[in-house]
């Protein structure tokens, strides 16, 4: 009896611990969304608002620069409401289908801080306007800016406000199902945010390495392409001769070899000069070791046209170059062997067809006393096949992956051999 009252108070201990854990996370999260809310107001009121009856900006400047905040504004003060009456569970459920405006809002969140630094350069009212504005004592000392970016931040304070909410409450409570379903709907945005995040870095790496690189015949901005690692590694000559160290750039379908322009160049001393491209479609790395006098070895690539040997001396370095090969060169052949499991080309179809038919008794038969109907019978697809020799099936297979993977495959076949630029 005893063992019983004790297991009741351990029980009822544990569910007051966790209404206290709620409790605290409720009230943090009443407290910040009024905060949000009055910021919200700050831009919709002070910016939005003015801006569109001053016509200080055309609307389509406008529209890039603050996107659906109104929208979220609007979502959020009824969010807010709800909040204040502690109706968490159906406040978030009646907030989770307007998610949309917050997920048009982070796509364009990048193009809305490009939009604004151009207007700040370029337009001396709005820049004027704007400083007016920030010195209002309501904005307590927050630009524009720092306003702009308070969706995409308060995505993530959700995440953690609705995951300790759900954590400590019952299942049998009537809004745990209400706040599971939330926390996936919000992590959606949240993934949507790092992957926007991780898009917008990788672009700015490649336009980084397209300054680096003297003239234009070298073009690394491609769709698709993702910056991985760069680099001095010596590359070996097949003859004997002494290994000359060259910049690389290692990217997600192929592997840039430059070297340094001449210091004495006076526009391009701090440059490089694009030399060759290898395509990591069909190329295979190799770590050899052996070959160096001190700690290090050697990388040799071997690709359908070329072959490298890359030295370093520093082993950390070294295996890291192998690592980020092997893991691109598999990618990259991973996407190429589901795409050549796909179904076979419909002129294979086509002939695999008749020749069945060539095989049955009666079509043979029907065809030699209608000679002119079988002629008749070739379709439109089957004239337009008939153009192409069938060595070229193999390189069509790729065009029929989905349009997301479209970009990068193109690259790829436009680069099927070394490129020496």
């Given at each position: 009896m005893s063992s019983l009252t004790g297991q009741c108070s351990t029980i009822q201990e544990q569910r007051d611990r966790w209404e206290r854990k709620r409790s605290r996370t409720a009230k943090e999260l009443v407290k910040t969304e009024q905060i949000y809310c009055e910021q919200l107001k700050l831009v919709t009121t002070y910016f939005v608002e003015i801006l569109k009856a001053k016509?200080?900006?055309?609307?389509?400047?406008?529209?890039?620069?603050?996107?659906?905040?109104?929208?979220?504004?609007?979502?959020?003060?009824?969010?807010?409401?709800?909040?204040?009456?502690?109706?968490?569970?159906?406040?978030?459920?009646?907030?989770?289908?307007?998610?949309?405006?917050?997920?048009?809002?982070?796509?364009?969140?990048?193009?809305?801080?490009?939009?604004?630094?151009?207007?700040?350069?370029?337009?001396?009212?709005?820049?004027?306007?704007?400083?007016?504005?920030?010195?209002?004592?309501?904005?307590?000392?927050?630009?524009?800016?720092?306003?702009?970016?308070?969706?995409?931040?308060?995505?993530?304070?959700?995440?953690?406000?609705?995951?300790?909410?759900?954590?400590?409450?019952?299942?049998?409570?009537?809004?745990?199902?209400?706040?599971?379903?939330?926390?996936?709907?919000?992590?959606?945005?949240?993934?949507?945010?790092?992957?926007n995040t991780r898009r917008h870095e990788n672009h700015l790496q490649l336009c980084r390495v397209q300054k680096l690189l003297k003239g234009r015949s070298t073009k690394v901005l491609a769709a698709g392409r993702w910056y991985i690692r760069e680099g001095w590694l010596k590359m070996v000559p097949p003859k004997g001769k002494e290994a000359k160290p060259k910049m690389f750039f290692l990217f997600s379908d192929m592997l840039l070899q430059a070297k340094r322009c001449s210091p004495l160049d006076p526009t391009n001393g701090d440059k490089f000069t694009g030399q060759h491209m290898f395509p990591l479609k069909a190329c295979s790395v190799e770590k050899?070791?052996?070959?160096?006098?001190?700690?290090?070895?050697?990388?040799?690539?071997?690709?359908?046209?070329?072959?490298?040997?890359?030295?370093?001396?520093?082993?950390?370095?070294?295996?890291?170059?192998?690592?980020?090969?092997?893991?691109?060169?598999?990618?990259?052949?991973?996407?190429?062997?589901?795409?050549?499991?796909?179904?076979?080309?419909?002129?294979?179809?086509?002939?695999?067809?008749?020749?069945?038919?060539?095989?049955?008794?009666?079509?043979?038969?029907?065809?030699?006393s209608h000679p002119v109907r079988k002629r008749n019978m070739e379709t439109s697809e089957d004239r337009e096949y008939a153009q192409k020799p069938p060595v070229e099936w193999e390189g069509s297979a790729p065009k029929r992956m989905k349009q997301s993977d479209a970009p990068e495959q193109s690259v790829e076949a436009s680069t099927s051999g070394c490129v020496i630029l």
């Amino acid at each position: 009896m005893s063992s019983l009252t004790g297991q009741c108070s351990t029980i009822q201990e544990q569910r007051d611990r966790w209404e206290r854990k709620r409790s605290r996370t409720a009230k943090e999260l009443v407290k910040t969304e009024q905060i949000y809310c009055e910021q919200l107001k700050l831009v919709t009121t002070y910016f939005v608002e003015i801006l569109k009856a001053k016509g200080t900006l055309r609307p389509d400047i406008r529209e890039n620069i603050f996107s659906s905040i109104k929208e979220i504004h609007s979502v959020n003060q009824s969010l807010l409401v709800h909040l204040e009456n502690g109706y968490f569970g159906r406040g978030f459920d009646q907030f989770c289908p307007h998610l949309q405006h917050y997920n048009t809002y982070v796509d364009n969140i990048y193009n809305a801080s490009k939009v604004l630094g151009i207007q700040l350069k370029k337009n001396k009212a709005f820049r004027r306007f704007k400083k007016l504005q920030e010195s209002r004592a309501e904005f307590n000392d927050h630009n524009l800016e720092d306003l702009l970016q308070l969706p995409v931040h308060r995505i993530d304070q959700y995440m953690h406000f609705l995951q300790d909410l759900t954590a400590n409450t019952t299942p049998d409570n009537p809004e745990f199902e209400q706040l599971s379903r939330a926390v996936t709907a919000v992590s959606d945005v949240s993934q949507r945010i790092q992957n926007n995040t991780r898009r917008h870095e990788n672009h700015l790496q490649l336009c980084r390495v397209q300054k680096l690189l003297k003239g234009r015949s070298t073009k690394v901005l491609a769709a698709g392409r993702w910056y991985i690692r760069e680099g001095w590694l010596k590359m070996v000559p097949p003859k004997g001769k002494e290994a000359k160290p060259k910049m690389f750039f290692l990217f997600s379908d192929m592997l840039l070899q430059a070297k340094r322009c001449s210091p004495l160049d006076p526009t391009n001393g701090d440059k490089f000069t694009g030399q060759h491209m290898f395509p990591l479609k069909a190329c295979s790395v190799e770590k050899v070791f052996g070959h160096t006098k001190s700690k290090g070895g050697l990388l040799s690539l071997t690709f359908p046209k070329a072959k490298l040997l890359l030295m370093s001396t520093n082993q950390e370095d070294l295996n890291d170059w192998y690592q980020s090969l092997s893991s691109a060169i598999r990618k990259l052949q991973s996407k190429e062997t589901v795409v050549y499991q796909r179904a076979e080309p419909p002129r294979q179809r086509a002939l695999q067809a008749a020749a069945d038919s060539h095989n049955t008794p009666s079509s043979s038969s029907s065809s030699s006393s209608h000679p002119v109907r079988k002629r008749n019978m070739e379709t439109s697809e089957d004239r337009e096949y008939a153009q192409k020799p069938p060595v070229e099936w193999e390189g069509s297979a790729p065009k029929r992956m989905k349009q997301s993977d479209a970009p990068e495959q193109s690259v790829e076949a436009s680069t099927s051999g070394c490129v020496i630029l």
